[in-house]
């Protein structure tokens, strides 16, 4: 295939090539455990490595055989062709290869060893003294330095020698313009292989297929505004960041920004590590909560000019995404992310292996290094991060290389509920009594009362109290005993967090000569909060219960005992049912930090 390439340059028999055009006597190959489990494995030319579990893997993972795959590098492919040898399976990417069966393994891939685990990469090398010229070569201005003289006359005089230039901001700009020409060669590469052999090739990173974003833009969904800059690209590759606190801090010092104008970047190496990551092949995203918008504290144009600011020092092609409010799209929930992924990548798929989240809400206790004596304001970062699956990083184990701080997770994890645990204790118990009773339930606002009533007690005859919707406790009160009258059970659907709350109920069934079962709702502080942040980002028309109330009940709240007059206390856990897979895994969200 020949053709004029973009850049002037006449392209022949173009391959995807992420080194040098090297023959394969100047190359080496090498597997690498991208969890960085054991050495790079050595692939030579033409000549198969069997790996499996075993030493030189360091996998003990019986399911994993001792042979289970066989690896032959073509260095003129630069690929490797990877047959599954062992009973369960090898994968490529998202490809399963099956017993006997075969595919091609490329650099920027992942070849999963055993049921999508111990993932490895390729990774083709020049060695050292090869004395071809690189790409990077053939592109750049720049030229090594001259000598003064002959080579005979170097040698007489050393000194003679121009000592190499220390990089400048001009050099650092034209290596970034070098290197997005290469990759732009490599994809007219692997675009040109694609067609050749019928494939349509991903390179991992930016696409080939997509152009850049043609001007600075900004969009509002809803509680979530999008910010996108000129030549933003989209990738496979995310690199996401918080930004106060990770990409910038305030420049007077103070926990909170004095005006649209205080800030700085956060550390000097900042820049130049955003730098670093665009150059391979990231795409860089802020993400940001600014509640201050929706509350009316900070008003959305001046945000909006700050942001455009920061990015514009960074001098990179970057995209904000801000949460305005509360609800789906404020970290630690995954709206921002999802919208990310979903409606404003270009259509690309986010390798969440390949991306990673930076952030300073990472749930630090005090003092957890020198010079740093508060603690976290929050673990929403972290929590982010958690929710995503992202690897995570603190401003200062990024960018500074310090060591991982201590840290710790909130107190309620709601990836840790069983849907199938036991509905109440003891779980012998009759859940619905066969003769007239009355139920007096007792729990957190937001713990799951409505609903279990509703469900079970409900449909079986039983009247139903609710403060929210009579609106007193007399008219609950009225409602139980008009019941009991009839002969029918009652089920009195408030907090009831005290003796004196429960006292009338109890009473009001014992005048009925009827027995009165408390139905203790065992949902904690943190749950309850939790429940309450679910239900205001999925329920419409209901009334969102403050943190005030939920403190308040637990200010007041005696454990309810037999010695008050109860039959029996029946302990009710919250098990959590959704009718559709989309709300179980947004109830299992950490959704607060």
Known sequence: MERQGEMGLEVLSLTYCPVPLLSPAAMACHLVSQDGKHDPVP??????????????????????????????ADYKQQAVRVTQLGVNPTSVDNQELGQGKSATL?????????NRSYPHGLRFLALAHSPRKTLLDFFSSKRQPQLEGDKDEDEEHPHKRLKAPSPSEEDEEEDDIVATKLRQLQDTAAQAQGAKSGAAPQPLGGSWSLPPHPQDSWEQHS?????????????????????DGTIITTQSGKVFPTSPDDWRILYPEVPQKLKQLQREGYKIIIFTNQLGI????????????????????????????????????????????????????GGLSVSIQHSLYVGDAAGRPPNWAPGHKKKDFSCSDRLFALNAALPFHTPEEFFL???PAPFQLPAFDPRHLDPDGPLYDPPNALLVWPTPELVVAVGFPAAGKSTFLKRHLVPAGYAYANRDTLGSWQKCLAACTAALRQGKSAAVDNTNPDLESRRRYIECAQDAGVPCRCFLFMA???????????????????????????N????????????????????????PRFPDARLAALYRQFSDG
């Open 294 to 345: 929706s509350r009316g504290r900070l008003r959305p144009e001046v945000f909006k000019a700050k942001a455009e600011a920061v990015v514009g020092q960074l001098g990179l092609p970057i995209q904000v995404l801000v949460a305005t409010g509360t609800g789906i799209y404020r970290k630690p929930v995954l709206g921002m992310w999802d919208h990310l992924c979903q409606k404003a990548n």
């Open 223 to 243: 509680k979530l505004l999008v910010f996108t800059k000129e030549g933003v690209m989209p990738s496979t590759k995310v690199a996401g960041f918080d930004l």
């Open 106 to 114: 490329r650099e920027g891939q992942t070849l999963w060893l055993v």
């Open 401 to 403: 290389g310090w060591a």
């Open 43 to 72: 692939l030579p030319n033409g000549i198969a490595v069997v790996l499996g579990r075993g030493p030189e893997t360091r996998v003990a993972d019986k399911k994993c055989s001792r042979k289970q795959v066989e690896l032959l």
């Open 552 to 575: 308040t009940y637990k200010s007041k709240f005696v454990a309810p005992a037999l010695s008050e007059g109860f039959s029996q206390i029946l302990q009710v856990h919250f098990v």
């Open 524 to 550: 904690t502080l943190e749950q309850a909060k939790h429940n309450n942040r679910f239900r205001d980002m999925t329920e419409t028309g209901h009334v969102s219960v403050t943190d005030v109330v939920l």
